[in-house]
């Protein structure tokens, strides 16, 4: 009872609050609870991955080889089941499923799907299948958010400001990098400069930012060494490098929609063991690489080698 009294007496505060005033405080109650499912995401993704790939890493050869192989075997079964029985639409990476939401649903985000996305995605990344954590924490932010505000009263069909603001405080939180946060919700999300919704894009990409900050500490995606002696080749390089990078990003994203379309039509493995399959590629070529490198990039989300290539600290006949 006092609990319901509580949230009726806050509804009624909110509702006589100014439309620009509601607004505001609507984006930072969205953006701090997205940001924080992030940041949950993150650091239990990572604790599961320390206590299990760091300890194996640790062990004997044989220990690793044999431990890992359970390991991803086992969570990926977890994950398929998880995702055929409860919730298939929490498949794939999430990004296309909030723009659907955001588009079709005018921000709905059902909380099933974003609850087992959120736990799917801990098991899966933690239990070391190689993906990132952008796109399940911008789905999750999104969700959370879109969810927070069919509790503060908004219609089914009236969230897609709840959703935006969600999804780009959740991304600003697993990048720590608000400005990448928000070139993602113009580019990938409204599609354009003049969407009503920039500036919640913008407060909400920094809260996450912040809230990041605040739980964790300062923790860049990736660890920068300072730039020093820059000469006239650096800069010929970098538009080379970028065309080459950009190239490389576009054939792997074509190639990896090319496959998955491919396996969704085939029948002969269930599709609750799909995942099992795509742990054991990730296996092969993730204990090959540890056992000529010692290196654990394969496995999870490889953050840590990505950092030390960054730093030149890596082996790159290797990496080549």
Do not use: C
């Amino acid at each position: 009872m006092k609990l319901s009294f509580v949230y009726s007496l806050f509804k009624e505060k909110i509702s006589r609050l100014p439309e620009n005033a509601k607004g505001l405080l609507s984006t930072l109650f969205y953006a701090l609870a997205a940001g924080l499912a992030a940041v949950a995401f993150m650091f239990l993704t990572n604790q599961l991955f320390s206590r299990t790939y760091g300890v194996l890493a640790a062990s004997p050869t044989g220990v690793f080889i044999f431990g890992s192989l359970l390991l991803i075997i086992a969570t990926s079964a977890i994950v398929g089941f998880l995702l055929n029985v409860y919730a298939p639409e929490a498949a794939g990476s999430g990004i296309p499923q909030m723009k659907a939401s955001y588009w079709r649903e005018l921000g709905y985000l059902p909380f099933a799907p974003v609850l087992i996305k959120f736990i799917a995605g801990v098991i899966s990344i933690g239990g070391g299948t190689s993906l990132g954590r952008e796109g399940p924490s911008v789905y999750i932010g999104a969700g959370v958010a879109s969810n927070l505000g069919g509790f503060f009263g908004a219609g089914r069909r009236q969230r897609r400001a709840a959703a935006i603001s969600g999804g780009s405080a959740g991304l600003a939180a697993a990048f720590n990098a608000p400005l990448a946060a928000i070139t993602f919700a113009i580019e990938e999300i409204t599609g354009e400069l003049n969407n009503r919704f920039l500036g919640r894009v913008v407060l909400a990409s920094v809260v996450g930012a912040f809230v990041v900050h605040a739980v964790l500490g300062r923790q860049p995606a990736f660890s920068l060494p300072p730039v020093e002696n820059v000469t006239w080749a650096h800069y010929l390089a970098v538009p080379l490098v970028a065309l080459v990078a950009s190239l490389s990003g576009v054939i792997f994203q074509r190639g990896t929609l090319f496959l998955r379309e491919k396996i969704a039509r085939q029948t002969r493995i269930p599709r609750w063991l799909l995942p099992v399959v795509g742990g054991i590629i990730t296996w092969l070529l993730g204990v090959s690489v540890f056992l000529a490198t010692g290196k654990l990039g394969v496995f999870g989300l490889g953050y840590q080698d990505l950092s030390a290539v960054l730093r030149n600290d890596f082996p790159w006949k290797v990496a080549g």
